[in-house]
């Protein structure tokens, strides 16, 4: 009677705890949405500085396990202990008589919420050291796992360590009987098919497509493709070129140069021209307030570079450092080993009719109705901004457009 008395407690105060993670977990699957597919969406009401921001963290590829956003697992782990919990009823339903396998109930929940604990105590570290945000809902759900584990491991003798042995010996035994057994190996082969698919096609984890496709140049902090001279690809007369306008300022632009400097690794008739299309009111007429301040100046010495056969290595330095005055461009030029004449360069930043190039080339732009960078002609089509898809659908287009890949011996 004390037994049955102590089970319907533990019962009553799990499905309590139960209720509160669900709500919360059901909230975490609803910020999760709103952040990343719906790009009209506010702030939610935990996002509150840079360090707490559910927001932020619902954005990142640490949000989401084989493509399966981790609040769906939260759901999937609290459906499952709901179960548990009422897993004496239920094996009294014909078709549900193989639920009679689990035999100790709270011992399977002692262990899913020690177990789940503790992958939020990872996911916490993650949180702390890999992102730096933490998300607010997120550390309530790890509260609610590790008091769903104390309640339900209470009376057990052995606590958490004797709750673990005995249901893995219960999952042992479950497993004897054949039909049990080739129902749990198809359960599996199904669940691992599933998860095949959300992470080979990311459908539920937007930054992990993105990651995909942007990744490598995202989290890169230097150019690893970055080539020295005034020539990005092919030298043929006759080669394939993209004209790409870029602001130094623009954080995009920099991923897209290094995007451009790849894609000439991988086509044998491309070639890049860089137009400056610097957003700053220095040397853009057009603009009605300031923007990008810097901008201009970098175009300018970056111009200058051109004269002295130091263009493309000018460019990125310029992109990797963001040099936010002349002053710094100077110095950072003067450091920078490429063996500039620093007094012949000054002149030729300067110079009106680098000036008047740059602003030749913000004129195009405005006349194809583009202010905004990256952007590029290609094949005479004004394109603006990075493809959706990234560098797989930078390159594809290029190829679309007369490119020619390079065959790679193995």
Not at 193 to 201: D, K, P
Not at 352 to 360: L, N, S
């Amino acid at each position: 009677m004390e037994k049955d008395r102590s089970q319907l407690t533990k019962t009553i105060i799990i499905s309590v705890i139960l209720l509160i993670a669900v709500v919360v977990t059901i909230d975490l699957a609803y910020i999760y949405y709103q952040a990343n597919f719906n790009q009209y969406a506010l702030p939610s009401f935990c996002s509150v500085n840079e360090l707490v921001d559910c927001d932020g963290v619902a954005r990142t590829t640490e949000s989401q396990f084989f493509g399966v956003p981790l609040a769906y697992w939260g759901l999937f782990l609290y459906s499952f202990i709901t179960m548990l919990l009422s897993v004496d009823v239920l094996k009294k339903i014909p078709f549900l008589k193989f639920l009679e396998v689990f035999k100790n109930k709270f011992h399977y929940i002692a262990s899913l919420g020690l177990i789940s604990f503790t992958i939020s105590m990872i996911l916490l570290c993650v949180s702390l050291f890999g992102i730096h945000k933490i998300c607010v809902m997120c550390a309530i759900t790890y509260c609610l796992n590790l008091l769903i584990g104390l309640v339900a491991v209470r009376g057990i003798e052995g606590g958490f360590i004797g709750a673990i042995k005995q249901s893995w010996l219960d999952f042992v035994d479950a497993l004897k009987p054949i039909p049990y057994r080739v129902a749990f190996i198809v359960v599996m082969l199904c669940a691992a098919g599933f998860l095949s698919w959300t992470y080979t096609t990311a459908i539920f984890s937007p930054p992990l497509k993105s990651n995909r496709a942007f990744g490598e140049f995202l989290d890169a902090k230097t150019n690893k493709y970055a080539v020295k001279g005034n020539i990005l690809g092919s030298k043929a007369e006759d080669a394939m070129v993209i004209k790409v306008y870029s602001d130094y300022m623009c954080p995009m632009c920099n991923v897209f140069n290094m995007m451009i400097h790849k894609i000439v690794t991988e086509f044998d008739n491309v070639r890049i021209e860089h137009h400056s299309l610097p957003l700053d009111q220095k040397c853009n007429p057009y603009l009605r307030q300031p923007f990008h301040y810097g901008s201009c100046d970098m175009a300018r010495y970056a111009e200058a570079a051109y004269r002295q056969g130091k263009f493309w290595e000018v460019n990125s330095l310029f992109f990797e450092k963001k040099p936010e005055s002349e002053g710094e461009i100077i110095k950072l030029l003067e450091n920078s080993g490429f063996g500039l004449d620093m007094e012949q360069l000054k002149k030729d930043a300067v110079d009106p009719k680098i000036m008047k190039q740059i602003q030749d080339d913000i004129k195009v732009a405005v006349e194809k109705d583009q202010m905004g960078t990256p952007a590029m002609i290609i094949n005479g089509k004004f394109e603006m901004g990075i493809p959706r898809g990234g560098y797989p659908a930078l390159k594809q287009m290029v190829k679309e457009n007369g490119g020619k890949p390079k065959h790679k011996l193995f």
